[in-house]
Every structure is written in C-alpha cells, then in structure tokens.
C-alpha cells in the first residue's frame, strides 16, 4: 500500500481496462500494446499529446518506408513499415488510455489526437496510391476513391464514440464481427503492409477490397443514422402532441 503523497503506479491491466475499444484486432494487439505504452509513460509522468505526437512522427516514417519499400521492391523497407504502422497505433491507443486513467485529457488533446490520425491516414493513403500507380499505372479514379475511402474508418470510429448506438456494425454475429475485423484500422495496416513487403504488385487488389468494405461501411452507416434520427424525431413529435 502506497503511503501519503505518493504517486499512483499505473499497471498495463488497469490502463487495457479503460482502453477506447476497436475491432478484434485492435482490442486484442494493439489495446495491449499501447497498455505497456501507457503504463510506463503515466509513471514517469509524461503528457498524452506527447503520445499522440509520437504516434505522428512514427506513422508518417513508416508511410515514407512503406513507399520506398512498394515503389523499389525493397522488402526490408516495407519490414520497417510494417512494424513503424502497428508501433505508431499503438501509440495511439496509448494516449488515450492515459488521458483516461491519469485523468489527464483534455479538449485540446482529443482535437490533437484526431488532426495526428488524419495525417497518419492521409500518408498511408499517399503512400499506398504511390504504389498502386507505380506498380500497374491504375488511373486517377481508382487511386482517387482509395484515397478517400481509407480515411472512411477513421471518421465513422470518431462519430461512433460520439454517438453510440446506431453504428452498422454494433450488431453481434458473425458477419458482423468478421467485418469489424476486415475493417479495423490495426488489421487494415498490417495486411497493407504485409501486401507491401510481400507482393507489392497485388496490392490494387487489396486496395480494391478495402474501397468495397468501406465504401459499404459508409453507406451502411449513413442509412442506419439516417433511420435512427427519423425515428427519434417521430417519437419526439409524438410526445410533445
């Protein structure tokens, strides 16, 4: 038992416990990873935005790797790029658990977070469409509707926090969890950056499956937000007659 004065020594469990969730991937790896993380930047009293800065600095690296790597078949560089992406998430589950369990966030570091996510997105986007171009001369519009598509999971898991409850993909079955697992933002970069030091000539093809898999996640979630609010709005109606 800690005397008087004494600083709480945070443990991985008890940051994992107040972890901001994900898909299978996510809670199961990158949850974890970012627990170590946390726990011994809490104890040593670091600030959360210093977290999600390194998350920065480290994704934004590995997106440069991963394009040297896919555009010069250099599959040590694309190594690199796959250990960097999933070391930056982790970083970034880390960030939050310590704003949580230190009690430390703020509305500044929440924005901060999502501006560092995006950029993060916004390279590996840059990075995958440099390949994809290089490697089968794809048009514009092909590259141009990955690009947008694969930031889609990032804007839906930051409306879902917000409003919990009408997300397509908070049903329990199987189809559901398997589609939580294709599009969980820690699995999507590992099987980017696998296709990347692997078969970087394929990697049209992955990033063809992911246009489908969030083009539908988008759609899907616009139809089911749209039906909750109308109902909501019937039945607020409703009562006030």
């Known amino acids: 038992m800690q005397g008087a004065g004494a600083k709480t020594k945070f443990t991985p469990r008890q940051m994992y416990d107040v972890h901001?969730?994900?898909?299978?991937?996510?809670?199961?790896?990158?949850?974890?990873?970012?627990?170590?993380?946390?726990?011994?930047?809490?104890?040593?009293?670091?600030?959360?935005?210093?977290?999600?800065?390194?998350?920065?600095?480290?994704?934004?690296?590995?997106?440069?790797?991963?394009?040297?790597?896919?555009?010069?078949?250099?599959?040590?560089?694309?190594?690199?790029?796959?250990?960097?992406?999933?070391?930056?998430?982790?970083?970034?589950?880390?960030?939050?658990?310590?704003?949580?369990?230190?009690?430390?966030?703020?509305?500044?570091?929440?924005?901060?977070?999502?501006?560092?996510?995006?950029?993060?997105?916004?390279?590996?986007?840059?990075?995958v469409a440099s390949i994809i171009i290089e490697q089968s001369g794809s048009g514009g519009a092909l590259v141009g509707a990955y690009a947008s598509l694969i930031t889609t999971g990032l804007v839906l898991n930051v409306v879902g926090k917000q409003y919990t409850g009408v997300h397509i993909l908070s049903q329990r079955s199987i189809v559901a969890d398997a589609a939580r697992l294709l599009i969980d933002y820690g699995f999507m970069v590992l099987v980017l950056a696998l296709t990347v030091t692997i078969r970087p000539n394929v990697l049209l093809w992955v990033a063809s499956a992911y246009i489908i898999l969030n083009g539908a996640h988008l759609v899907g979630s616009i139809i089911l937000t749209s039906r909750s609010s109308l109902s909501r709005q019937t039945s607020n109606e409703s009562t006030q007659e």
Do not use: E, K
């Open 20 to 127: 901001g969730g994900g898909g299978l991937y996510t809670r199961s790896i990158s949850q974890w990873i970012g627990a170590l993380i946390a726990s011994w930047s809490a104890n040593r009293g670091f600030h959360p935005s210093i977290l999600t800065l390194t998350n920065l600095v480290i994704g934004l690296l590995s997106s440069v790797a991963s394009t040297f790597a896919g555009t010069n078949s250099l599959p040590l560089l694309g190594l690199v790029a796959l250990i960097g992406w999933q070391v930056a998430y982790a970083f970034d589950c880390a960030d939050g658990q310590v704003a949580r369990a230190a009690g430390r966030g703020s509305h500044l570091g929440a924005r901060l977070d999502v501006l560092c996510d995006f950029a993060v997105h916004s390279s590996i986007a840059i990075a």
